[in-house]
């Protein structure tokens, strides 16, 4: 109700304003070429920040306060006009202009580099010229709303949705399915135990456009199903200065409790200075378990006795940043473009989460027994600095060179409390159970690209990339209390393990190095074919290799406290110590008190690497109203892994050689509409954390992880049929359709172990995947002569996908058939906006997603999968002069995330016979942002 009041409110307003103002509109031509129309020219109103750019039929229009103007048309290499205008409320002032060349011929001007590329309207044109099936969203679309990085931003693309605030899936298929470019150089997997990239570690204003290509091309890398999503951060063209500073009010966090441990002085900063780390001295675990005395004084001197989250309020979430860019002409006609920009944010998280698990449902039962039953009180910190440096050096016209960098470093603080039951383990008793964790990556991406054009038919283009990341994890501690429920002012006591394990007073140490290094090279041809003073079509072959090394070392040690045998009376008055002296030197010795034991095994670090050598050949060929792309890729992969289990040394190394042809064919129906059809075989292999065998437990979804060294590379067959229509600029209407078959596909299944789920990775027999997607870009402003409706445009496109993978007849304890893990059957993205001539705009967007697989189930534990929710953002941005204010609000619906398990097996949800397994809220986030240049 108050969204509609406010929408009404904003209609009223704009329709008073417009009722006085005039409108100016025309045609601009290019003198030089038979006056046809110039897309991309410059028209301003003279002495304001009033334009806009003409469309890809050279038209514009303007809408102004009534008054006497002067009208500048312009475009880089033309003569600049001035027009006189008087325009008069409630009409329509017609403009047309013709623009010549400044003084030399057209042939001396790049039309390609002097268009902006970060626009709606550019990229549109990119995506109806592309030769695959392409989805896209620009710097300029992403501007207009609350994303403050990638994530957030590119799940408004069709057919995108987004998991844990960071990771994309495409198509419904999981984020293991996609590749990820950055600057046309491939970025790392940013996460220890997923193949993934975590988009939110890219800041909005950093990105001038994403491209996602669902279809594949010989050009292009082979290792993806759902799409390949190549990001190009900022490309400055402009001298600029500009600061920004941001406040964020998210409710039940801001100025609440917030509960952490001690830190280092550099947790601001995003990463620890040798407060939570374990030290290079620290003993061997075959000393510390030999002799306990070595423990003892290990723990005493060489950790921090750090187990007692002390209370603090969360402030407001807070971010600032600075940006210049430059661009620097030299005499002999050299250019040195520039943008930098440094960043820092800080926010803060505080969410309540039902945390629950149930037994079997058995016969004649209409709901299974109870198992765990928690509320987990989580508090989050994480600080961000994000550095951007991009420089871009024009030898000449025809040579260009590139040089871009990306540098984050995070900290994520994270206490979780857990209060509640396991009626499985001791049903009459409570459990207060930790987990207190701190982790910092540092990472950074970087790349030198060259663009050579040797002459009118030959050009080279080249990158190399370099990948580095540094993730630590020190000192992450798990431990469980309890007390007798039916005493409630008993105090809780700490439960003191028989042996080493990750969750009983368990401290772990976790450190990833991972480094990578690429070179890829690109040769183009053309052929431009003319009969009869007739333009045939430009035919382009196009041959290329590309090289990637990857090298990962993971390393990992945990130690537990344990009592020995000290009598009764001492082992409850140990186990019952306050949080705050438990662990400390009086308490910890080798005579009695707690001892340490190390529980580090061989198979808690591992290193590996990857080798990939790629080339292909690639042609385009147009015949009439037919465009015709094909080729062929090959891909020769080694990938090793070299750990010991207790079996011994574990040595892996999968050479792969794949061979994947494409084909594209687009029939050009009219100058706005075109058909396209595209199959492609594409691979998907296996990575590092999937074939290591590293066991580790997940605290929040009390279960392990642990790899399998047996994965195969997954084939894939790719087949898409798209409509495209583009009526007029910015606009389009596009309806696809897209199959996908799946040859040995990597899935996550669940293996019985103990009592808790442990989850491992396998190859399934076969999948497929099939669905259609709608895109819709429309603009009010030819369908109404409302001034108000007319600054009114819309973005809605939705998808409906099917999917089902077969595991096999060999599989044991779970469905040999179900829908693929984290398959949504459809997504829908809405986007409202409003803009008018004074700087004023108003964005709505609405998001959401079908039910689908969380966690893989088996006969013990049902399926999990994640409830559907409404995700609404506002956002109001203002200009006045040079400063810019933005005010968003996130998540205003404050949707719960719900997780529900499959108790009754039927593949449907249903609240009342189903069970909740985790529901909470993140609460609504309201933030200003203040942007001023100068």
Same mark, same amino acid.
């Given at each position: 109700?108050?969204?509609?009041?406010?929408?009404?409110?904003?209609?009223?307003t704009a329709i008073t304003h417009s009722q006085n103002k005039g409108t100016i509109a025309g045609t601009v031509t290019d003198k030089n070429v038979n006056n046809q129309s110039l897309p991309f020219?410059?028209?301003?109103v003279k002495g304001t920040t009033i334009g806009t750019n003409t469309d890809l039929d050279g038209k514009y229009s303007i809408s102004v306060a009534a008054g006497n103007y002067i009208v500048q048309f312009s475009?880089?290499?033309?003569?600049?006009?001035?027009?006189?205008?008087?325009?008069?409320?409630?009409?329509?002032?017609?403009?047309?202009?013709?623009?010549?060349?400044?003084?030399?011929?057209l042939q001396d001007v790049v039309i390609k580099n002097t268009r902006k590329k970060n626009t709606e309207t550019a990229v549109m044109v990119e995506i109806k010229e592309a030769k695959q099936v392409v989805s896209a969203i620009s710097s300029e679309q992403i501007s207009k709303g609350t994303d403050s990085n990638a994530a957030q931003a590119i799940q408004r693309v069709p057919g995108v949705t987004i998991v844990d605030g960071k990771f994309i899936m495409i198509r419904g298929l999981s984020e293991r399915y996609?590749?990820?470019?950055?600057?046309?150089?491939?970025?790392p997997s940013t996460e220890v135990d997923r193949r993934t990239f975590a988009f939110d570690l890219i800041p909005s204003s950093a990105i001038d456009k994403m491209v996602i290509y669902k279809t594949g091309s010989a050009d292009k890398p082979g290792d993806f199903s759902g799409g390949i999503i190549n990001i190009t951060t900022s490309e400055n063209i402009t001298e600029f200065n500009r600061a920004s500073v941001g406040f964020g009010y998210r409710m039940d966090t801001s100025f609440q409790d917030q509960f952490q441990t001690e830190g280092s002085k550099t947790d601001f900063l995003g990463f620890d200075y040798e407060f939570r780390t374990l030290p290079s001295t620290f003993p061997s675990a075959a000393l510390i378990n030999t002799y306990p005395q070595v423990g003892v004084v290990a723990s005493n001197t060489k950790l921090q006795n750090n187990f007692n989250p002390t209370?603090?309020?969360?402030?407001?979430?807070?971010?600032?940043?600075?940006?210049?860019?430059?661009?620097?002409?030299?005499?002999?006609?050299?250019?040195?473009?520039?943008?930098?920009?440094?960043?820092?944010?800080?926010?803060?998280?505080?969410?309540?989460?039902?945390?629950?698990?149930?037994?079997?449902?058995?016969?004649?039962?209409?709901?299974?027994?109870?198992?765990?039953?928690?509320?987990?009180?989580? !508090?989050?910190?994480? #600080?961000?600095?994000?550095?951007?440096?991009?420089?871009?050096? @024009? *030898? $000449?016209? &025809? %040579?260009? /060179?590139?040089?871009?960098?990306?540098?984050?470093?995070?900290?994520?603080?994270?206490?979780?409390?857990?209060?509640?039951?396991?009626?499985?383990?001791?049903?009459?008793?409570?459990?207060?159970?930790?987990?207190?964790? !701190?982790?910092?990556? #540092?990472?950074?991406?970087?790349?030198?690209?060259?663009?050579? @054009? *040797? $002459?009118? &038919? %030959?050009? /080279?283009?080249w990158v190399t990339g370099v990948n580095y990341m540094y993730e630590s994890e020190p000192d992450l501690r798990r431990f469980r209390t309890i007390k007798d429920a039916s005493n409630p002012d008993a105090p809780y006591e700490m439960i003191d393990p028989s042996s080493t394990n990750l969750f009983d007073t368990g401290r772990y140490f976790g450190t990833l190095s991972e480094y990578s290094v690429n070179n890829g090279a690109n040769y183009t041809h053309t052929i431009d074919r003319v009969k009869n003073d007739e333009e045939l079509g430009t035919i382009k072959l196009k041959t290329g290799y590309y090289v990637d090394y990857r090298k990962r070392t993971f390393d990992s040690r945990y130690v537990s406290y344990y009592l020995p045998d000290l009598g009764i009376d001492r082992i409850n008055e140990l186990k019952q110590l306050p949080l705050t002296t438990i662990f400390n030197s009086e308490n910890v010795n080798a005579t009695n008190g707690w001892i340490m034991r190390e529980g580090t095994r061989s198979i808690d670090s591992y290193s590996a690497d990857n080798f990939l050598t790629a080339g292909y050949v690639y042609g385009e060929l147009p015949l009439k109203k037919f465009d015709l792309t094909g080729g062929v890729r090959v891909e020769h992969n080694i990938l090793s892994l070299q750990s010991t289990t207790d079996a011994g040394p574990q040595n892996i190394k999968n050479p792969v050689t794949s061979v994947l042809p494409s084909l594209n064919i687009a029939y050009n129906i009219s100058e706005k509409s075109i058909l396209r059809l595209a199959y492609s075989k594409t691979v998907n292999r296996p990575e590092f954390r999937e074939i290591a065998p590293f066991l580790f437990y997940d605290y929040k979804n009390e279960a392990a992880r642990v790899g399998n060294s047996q994965l195969k590379t997954a084939k894939i067959d790719n087949l898409d049929f798209r409509y495209e229509f583009y009526p007029t600029k910015g606009e389009t209407v596009s309806l696809g359709a897209f199959y996908k078959r799946f040859d040995q596909p990597i899935e996550n299944v669940t293996q019985i172990t103990t009592e808790q789920p442990q989850f491992n990775y396998a190859n399934?027999?076969?999948?497929?995947?099939?669905?259609?997607?709608?895109?819709?870009?429309?603009?009010?402003?030819?369908?109404?002569?409302?001034?108000?409706?007319?600054?009114l445009s819309a973005n809605v496109n939705a998808s409906y996908i099917v999917s089902k993978v077969d595991l096999g007849a060999g599989v044991t304890?779970?469905?040999?058939?179900?829908?693929?893990?984290?398959?949504?059957?459809?997504?829908?993205?809405?986007?409202?906006?409003?803009?008018?001539?004074?700087?004023?705009?108003?964005?709505?967007?609405?998001?959401?997603?079908?039910?689908?697989?969380?966690?893989?189930g088996d006969r013990n534990f049902p399926t999990i999968y994640e409830l559907s929710r409404d995700n609404l953002d506002l956002t109001f941005s203002k200009t006045v002069k040079k400063t810019t204010f933005k005010l968003g609000i996130k998540d205003l619906l404050n949707a719960k995330y719900q997780f529900f398990e499959d108790s009754n097996r039927d593949e449907k949800i249903r609240k009342n016979i189903d069970n909740a397994t985790s529901v909470f809220r993140r609460g609504t986030l309201i933030s200003l942002n203040v942007t001023h240049n100068f």
């Amino acid at each position: 109700m108050k969204f509609k009041l406010l929408f009404l409110t904003l209609l009223l307003t704009a329709i008073t304003h417009s009722q006085n103002k005039g409108t100016i509109a025309g045609t601009v031509t290019d003198k030089n070429v038979n006056n046809q129309s110039l897309p991309f020219a410059n028209v301003l109103v003279k002495g304001t920040t009033i334009g806009t750019n003409t469309d890809l039929d050279g038209k514009y229009s303007i809408s102004v306060a009534a008054g006497n103007y002067i009208v500048q048309f312009s475009f880089v290499g033309y003569e600049s006009i001035e027009v006189p205008v008087t325009v008069t409320a409630d009409e329509t002032i017609t403009v047309d202009q013709a623009l010549g060349s400044a003084g030399f011929t057209l042939q001396d001007v790049v039309i390609k580099n002097t268009r902006k590329k970060n626009t709606e309207t550019a990229v549109m044109v990119e995506i109806k010229e592309a030769k695959q099936v392409v989805s896209a969203i620009s710097s300029e679309q992403i501007s207009k709303g609350t994303d403050s990085n990638a994530a957030q931003a590119i799940q408004r693309v069709p057919g995108v949705t987004i998991v844990d605030g960071k990771f994309i899936m495409i198509r419904g298929l999981s984020e293991r399915y996609n590749n990820v470019l950055i600057n046309n150089s491939v970025a790392p997997s940013t996460e220890v135990d997923r193949r993934t990239f975590a988009f939110d570690l890219i800041p909005s204003s950093a990105i001038d456009k994403m491209v996602i290509y669902k279809t594949g091309s010989a050009d292009k890398p082979g290792d993806f199903s759902g799409g390949i999503i190549n990001i190009t951060t900022s490309e400055n063209i402009t001298e600029f200065n500009r600061a920004s500073v941001g406040f964020g009010y998210r409710m039940d966090t801001s100025f609440q409790d917030q509960f952490q441990t001690e830190g280092s002085k550099t947790d601001f900063l995003g990463f620890d200075y040798e407060f939570r780390t374990l030290p290079s001295t620290f003993p061997s675990a075959a000393l510390i378990n030999t002799y306990p005395q070595v423990g003892v004084v290990a723990s005493n001197t060489k950790l921090q006795n750090n187990f007692n989250p002390t209370q603090s309020t969360a402030f407001l979430d807070n971010s600032v940043g600075f940006a210049f860019g430059r661009n620097k002409k030299f005499a002999n006609g050299m250019s040195l473009q520039s943008i930098n920009s440094l960043s820092y944010a800080n926010s803060f998280q505080t969410f309540q989460r039902q945390f629950t698990r149930y037994t079997t449902l058995n016969e004649g039962e209409s709901r299974p027994p109870l198992w765990l039953n928690f509320l987990d009180d989580t !508090y989050q910190n994480e #600080s961000r600095i994000t550095f951007l440096s991009n420089w871009i050096l @024009k *030898l $000449n016209s &025809n %040579n260009t /060179i590139k040089f871009k960098n990306l540098l984050n470093q995070i900290g994520e603080n994270e206490t979780i409390i857990r209060n509640g039951n396991n009626f499985l383990q001791r049903g009459d008793d409570l459990f207060r159970n930790y987990l207190l964790g !701190y982790k910092s990556r #540092s990472i950074y991406i970087g790349q030198l690209e060259g663009n050579h @054009k *040797l $002459n009118d &038919n %030959n050009a /080279i283009d080249w990158v190399t990339g370099v990948n580095y990341m540094y993730e630590s994890e020190p000192d992450l501690r798990r431990f469980r209390t309890i007390k007798d429920a039916s005493n409630p002012d008993a105090p809780y006591e700490m439960i003191d393990p028989s042996s080493t394990n990750l969750f009983d007073t368990g401290r772990y140490f976790g450190t990833l190095s991972e480094y990578s290094v690429n070179n890829g090279a690109n040769y183009t041809h053309t052929i431009d074919r003319v009969k009869n003073d007739e333009e045939l079509g430009t035919i382009k072959l196009k041959t290329g290799y590309y090289v990637d090394y990857r090298k990962r070392t993971f390393d990992s040690r945990y130690v537990s406290y344990y009592l020995p045998d000290l009598g009764i009376d001492r082992i409850n008055e140990l186990k019952q110590l306050p949080l705050t002296t438990i662990f400390n030197s009086e308490n910890v010795n080798a005579t009695n008190g707690w001892i340490m034991r190390e529980g580090t095994r061989s198979i808690d670090s591992y290193s590996a690497d990857n080798f990939l050598t790629a080339g292909y050949v690639y042609g385009e060929l147009p015949l009439k109203k037919f465009d015709l792309t094909g080729g062929v890729r090959v891909e020769h992969n080694i990938l090793s892994l070299q750990s010991t289990t207790d079996a011994g040394p574990q040595n892996i190394k999968n050479p792969v050689t794949s061979v994947l042809p494409s084909l594209n064919i687009a029939y050009n129906i009219s100058e706005k509409s075109i058909l396209r059809l595209a199959y492609s075989k594409t691979v998907n292999r296996p990575e590092f954390r999937e074939i290591a065998p590293f066991l580790f437990y997940d605290y929040k979804n009390e279960a392990a992880r642990v790899g399998n060294s047996q994965l195969k590379t997954a084939k894939i067959d790719n087949l898409d049929f798209r409509y495209e229509f583009y009526p007029t600029k910015g606009e389009t209407v596009s309806l696809g359709a897209f199959y996908k078959r799946f040859d040995q596909p990597i899935e996550n299944v669940t293996q019985i172990t103990t009592e808790q789920p442990q989850f491992n990775y396998a190859n399934a027999d076969n999948a497929f995947n099939y669905g259609l997607e709608l895109e819709l870009r429309k603009s009010f402003k030819e369908m109404t002569d409302n001034l108000y409706l007319g600054r009114l445009s819309a973005n809605v496109n939705a998808s409906y996908i099917v999917s089902k993978v077969d595991l096999g007849a060999g599989v044991t304890s779970q469905d040999q058939e179900r829908a693929l893990q984290g398959q949504s059957p459809y997504i829908v993205n809405v986007a409202l906006g409003y803009a008018d001539e004074t700087g004023f705009s108003a964005n709505v967007t609405y998001n959401r997603f079908g039910d689908r697989i969380f966690s893989v189930g088996d006969r013990n534990f049902p399926t999990i999968y994640e409830l559907s929710r409404d995700n609404l953002d506002l956002t109001f941005s203002k200009t006045v002069k040079k400063t810019t204010f933005k005010l968003g609000i996130k998540d205003l619906l404050n949707a719960k995330y719900q997780f529900f398990e499959d108790s009754n097996r039927d593949e449907k949800i249903r609240k009342n016979i189903d069970n909740a397994t985790s529901v909470f809220r993140r609460g609504t986030l309201i933030s200003l942002n203040v942007t001023h240049n100068f």
